[in-house]
């Protein structure tokens, strides 16, 4: 089949990921199309040894697009999305149809069977990176031993927030060797030799909304009856996600047996030696696409837990790889 793609937010921190994932995995295209802003139309974007010129979104004819990837934010998703879908599978990175019943949320080697039902919009939702992560180590272990309960404390790099907070955290830290004032802009607090113990609003229950996503976005990839709580923090890293888990299973589990299955796990890497250094950072998960799982140790303060160290590069299986895995699962599952 012919298949052209239409991205849409492409002079973006996830927009031009998508563009280096579809380069990196030989995605089969025959055209793709970089759409933006009119502010950004014009630009020239290199994909395959080629100049693509950005076109402007009010302009732009999405009929010529098989599949058109949202990476915008939900403000531009909201006005254009269900128009575009009426044309284009439109795959979705924002928040505003993750929890729409009618939409599917995905994480390939999570619950692709979910996508057998995206024509109810033609919409198809990315995850939060926070939460795709998680699940792809969860979903072997919870189908290994029923997973009860999660406790999870994040600390997530500035890159989730965009390209700004990026550029804040880099003036911060020199402003901060060299001695000088330091003034927030896109954080509460300085971000700069600091950890902020709050991403996204506040509900009134005391949570954020991140942590919220957390919690519903993981029921409805994985499970409805999984009981999960999160601590979301932001850190002055400027790539990749971490996340320390404590597991309850309903079942006994088996360490080794845990460690074999994450490690022969689709998109999952194990590093776990008992030595300085055999573990995974942030630093290191950078720029690849497998998910890394280290630290993985027995809670032994309750029966049948499981402490585990996730990290991944969020602009990847966070955001850009896992919208290019969905598109994949549709052709290689024929559902398109």
Not at 40 to 56: C, R
Not at 265 to 276: F, H, P, Q, T
Not at 285 to 296: C, L, Q, V
Not at 304 to 319: E, H, M, P, Q, T
Request: aromatic fraction near 8%.
């Amino acid at each position: 089949m012919s298949l052209s793609i239409a991205i849409v937010g492409a002079t973006g921190n996830v927009g031009r990921k998508i563009i280096e994932v579809l380069d990196k995995r030989n995605f089969p295209l025959d055209s793709l199309y970089l759409v933006a802003s009119k502010n950004s139309a014009g630009k020239e974007i290199e994909f395959k040894n080629k100049k693509l010129i950005v076109e402007d979104l009010e302009k732009f004819d999405f009929s010529k697009a098989t599949i058109s990837f949202f990476c915008c934010g939900s403000t531009i998703t909201k006005e254009w999305a269900e128009k575009v879908a009426k044309q284009s599978i439109v795959i979705d990175n924002s928040s505003l149809y993750r929890m729409n019943p009618d939409v599917p949320l995905v994480v390939p080697e999570v619950n692709w069977q979910d996508l057998k039902h995206f024509k109810k919009k033609n919409i198809i939702a990315n995850p939060n990176c926070s939460t795709a992560q998680l699940v792809v180590p969860l979903k072997p272990l919870h189908d290994l031993y029923t997973i009860k309960r999660i406790v999870v404390s994040t600390y997530q790099s500035v890159s989730g927030a965009g390209k700004e907070p990026m550029d804040e955290l880099i003036s911060q830290t020199k402003q901060f060797l060299n001695n000088e004032t330091i003034q927030s802009k896109k954080f509460t607090k300085q971000i700069a030799f600091n950890a902020i113990p709050h991403i996204d609003v506040f509900a009134d229950d005391g949570y954020t909304k991140e942590e919220l996503k957390m919690v519903n976005e993981t029921k409805k990839i994985l499970d409805k009856n999984i009981k999960l709580t999160a601590t979301c923090v932001r850190i002055p890293v400027l790539v990749s996600h971490s996340e320390s888990v404590n597991l309850q299973f309903e079942k006994s589990f088996n360490l080794e047996e845990a460690r074999s299955v994450l490690s022969k796990a689709e998109g999952c890497k194990v590093i776990d030696e008992r030595k300085d250094g055999g573990y995974i950072t942030p630093f290191e998960a950078e720029g690849k696409f497998e998910t890394y799982i280290s630290r993985m140790r027995v809670d032994h303060t309750e029966n049948n837990c499981l402490n585990l160290w996730i990290v991944s590069d969020n602009l990847l299986k966070g955001a850009a790889l896992n919208a290019v895995q969905i598109a994949e699962t549709l052709i290689n599952k024929k559902l398109i």
